[in-house]
């Protein structure tokens, strides 16, 4: 297969994908969208090309230590992103009134949802060790750090198209 026709069939199951989405209600496309970025954010980072040849090497050496990872990337990590897309939706109606200080605020919010996702179960699941207490002050430390960036991240180009 050339280039140009993995090229075309990618742009094609893209497409198919994104239409998909944007025929779903509108309060569930956000952590559809969240959930597609994580994966999306991963396939740039060569993930998809690295992950099965190190998942089967680790499957032969540590079976367990395999599944977990690949609960991790490919379970968690993607329920992180539909998480914060949900905060993002359920925040939208009241959100929206306050314009590009509301876009922000959802985008924080985002941001938060997928720390949390990502320190109480990414995480832990990846280094094999129990979830931490909700009650420990420094997980939501983390928590609140991921979400600061990951929501700026999100929210600053956000809020700048509209410029």
């Avoid at 109480?120 to 060790?129: A, N, Q, S, Y």
């Amino acid at each position: 297969m050339t280039d140009n026709k993995f090229t075309r069939l990618l742009t094609q199951v893209l497409g198919s994908i994104l239409d998909w989405v944007e025929d779903r209600p509108t309060w569930l496309r956000p952590p559809l969208y969240g959930a597609l970025f994580i994966y999306a954010f991963m396939a740039l980072r060569g993930a998809w090309i690295v992950v099965p040849i190190g998942l089967t090497i680790l499957a032969i050496k540590s079976p367990l230590t395999a599944w977990h990872l690949l609960l991790g990337l490919a379970l968690y990590a993607p329920l992180g992103g539909f998480v914060g897309g949900l905060l993002y939706s359920f925040t939208n109606p009241v959100a929206r009134h306050f314009g590009k200080v509301g876009t922000l605020l959802q985008c924080l919010l985002a941001g938060l949802g997928y720390g949390f996702v990502l320190v109480f179960l990414i995480v832990p699941t990846m280094d094999e060790k129990p979830s931490p207490s909700f009650s420990d002050s420094s997980e939501w430390v983390f928590v609140g750090l991921v979400g600061l960036m990951g929501g700026l991240a999100l929210g600053i180009p956000m809020i700048r198209k509209d410029v």
